[in-house]
């Protein structure tokens, strides 16, 4: 289960928190929402195949300047709906193809003790005409707490989608009849 990128470092309607692990040599964002971590490697190891295909692609992370982290990701898992962007305006279902030719580049730079500013360019020439790109200032919160992510706990929400599935095709064997 996984929104993709660049959508999961996006802001969504709930679950938005994010933490930052740093060790030599590796970067971890681990993720609110879904409770996904990304673990970026900054010891210049090196990438996977290209054939090896991730939800998450696979990143790559070096310092600039001392104060940037900039990341490049490729492998992404190819396919019709690979990215949730989640926001208005997206796609039919909030699906977004990806294709094996994307590539997102992010920085992260610390503007101060208690600020981030991210920026990311997403770039797949099969589903967009150009790149595009996006901006946004993290604030450091340290009363913020991060929730466990158990939407399917308790939730009857899929059991509906599963009834009213089932009697949509039965009212679709009806007509065709």
């Given at each position: 289960?996984?929104?993709?990128?660049?959508?999961?470092?996006?802001?969504?309607?709930?679950n938005?928190g994010?933490?930052?692990?740093?060790?030599?040599?590796?970067?971890?964002l681990?993720?609110?929402?879904?409770?996904?971590t990304?673990?970026?490697?900054?010891?210049?190891?090196?990438?996977?195949?290209?054939?090896?295909?991730?939800?998450?692609?696979?990143?790559?992370?070096?310092?600039?300047?001392?104060?940037t982290?900039?990341?490049?990701?490729?492998?992404?898992?190819?396919?019709?709906?690979?990215t949730n962007?989640?926001?208005?305006?997206?796609p039919?279902?909030?699906?977004?193809?990806?294709s094996?030719?994307?590539?997102?580049?992010?920085?992260?730079?610390?503007?101060?003790?208690?600020?981030i500013?991210?920026?990311?360019?997403?770039?797949?020439?099969?589903v967009?005409t150009?790149?595009?790109?996006?901006?946004?200032?993290?604030?450091?919160?340290d009363?913020?707490g991060?929730?466990?992510?158990?939407c399917?706990?308790?939730?009857?929400?899929?059991?509906n989608?599963?009834?009213?599935?089932?009697?949509?095709?039965?009212?679709?064997?009806?007509?065709s009849?």
């Open positions: 289960m996984t929104r993709g990128l660049p959508a999961s470092m996006l802001p969504f309607m709930y938005n994010m933490r930052i692990f740093q060790s030599p040599g590796l970067v971890a681990q993720m609110e929402m879904i409770h996904e990304r673990l970026i490697p900054t010891d210049g190891r090196a990438a996977i195949p290209r054939r090896i295909e991730q939800w998450l692609g696979e990143s790559s992370g070096h310092w600039e300047g001392g104060n982290l900039v990341v490049e990701t490729t492998n992404f898992r190819p396919g019709p709906s690979a962007i989640g926001t208005t305006g997206s039919p279902e909030n699906d977004t193809p990806v094996s030719d994307a590539r997102l580049v992010e920085t992260f730079t610390m503007t101060g003790p208690d600020s500013i991210y920026d990311f360019t997403w770039q797949d020439p099969v967009f150009a790149p595009w790109s996006a901006r946004l200032e993290w604030m450091r919160d009363d913020f991060i929730f466990e992510y158990a399917h706990e308790g939730n009857v929400q899929i059991r989608y599963i009834t009213s599935s089932r009697a949509g095709r039965a009212q679709e064997r009806e007509s009849q």
